[in-house]
T-cell receptor
């Protein structure tokens, strides 16, 4: 079946511009997660959705970052006034229920480059 | 979550079994062992997980020692496409913010022709 998809796969933007990153989770998965991975670094948790609600936004680095999820499916991560330090691969994952040892399945990521 | 220790790199000949070790000596009774891999420039891929018993799926086998302090991921017939960084992580069964995955440095497995 279809896995997690993300778009765009690559995004190059100028400092100060806003960007939107999209995630399509596996059909039927209620939980959705955003992470980012900087070059040579590990995973950095950003936000967790259960349905359309985000019980944990603790990883969002600043108020320039926001995310929403609609219809319990697609999620959009928005970065306003991008900075060079925002350059990273943004990964989305989904899981069936959330919590516990629910297995998370990742998308291919969006590589964001801020010039 | 308990910490894990993995060798930084390993080599394997194509067609042979790749055995990737992981130490998790401080693992608790309710913590699961998970394996993911990340092929260059791709998102992490789930491989397998287990609690106490050995597990097998279409990708790999997971052997967990009786004392649960270490485990081995086995790719039975490695191919060039299995070249990737392999991450062993330990996740508590429930509660808290156990959904936040964190990867260590992992093992870079290079499969050679």
């Amino acid at each position: 079946g279809a896995g997690v998809s993300q778009s765009p796969s690559n995004k190059v933007t100028e400092k100060g511009k806003d960007v939107e990153l999209r995630c399509d989770p596996i059909s039927g998965h209620t939980a959705l997660y955003w992470y980012r991975q900087s070059l040579g670094q590990g995973l950095e948790f950003l936000i967790y959705f259960q349905g359309n609600s985000a019980p944990d936004k603790s990883g969002l680095p600043s108020d320039r970052f926001s995310a929403e999820r609609t219809g319990g499916s697609v999620s959009t991560l928005t970065i306003q006034r991008t900075q060079q330090e925002d350059s990273a691969v943004y990964l989305c994952a989904s899981s069936l229920y959330g919590g516990g040892t629910d297995t998370q399945y990742f998308g291919p990521g969006t590589r964001l480059t801020v010039l | 979550d308990a910490k894990t220790t993995q060798p930084p790199s390993m080599d394997c000949a194509e067609g042979r079994a790749a055995n990737l070790p992981c130490n998790h000596s401080t693992i608790s009774g309710n913590e699961y062992v998970y394996w993911y891999r990340q092929i260059h420039s791709q998102g992490p891929q789930y491989i397998i997980h287990g609690l106490k018993n050995n597990e097998t799926n279409e990708m790999a086998s997971l052997i967990i020692t009786e004392d649960r302090k270490s485990s081995t991921l086995i790719l039975p017939h490695a191919t060039l496409r299995d070249t990737a960084v392999y991450y062993c992580i330990v996740r508590v069964g429930s509660g808290g913010s156990n959904y936040k995955l964190t990867f260590g440095k992992g093992t870079l497995l290079t499969v050679n022709p």
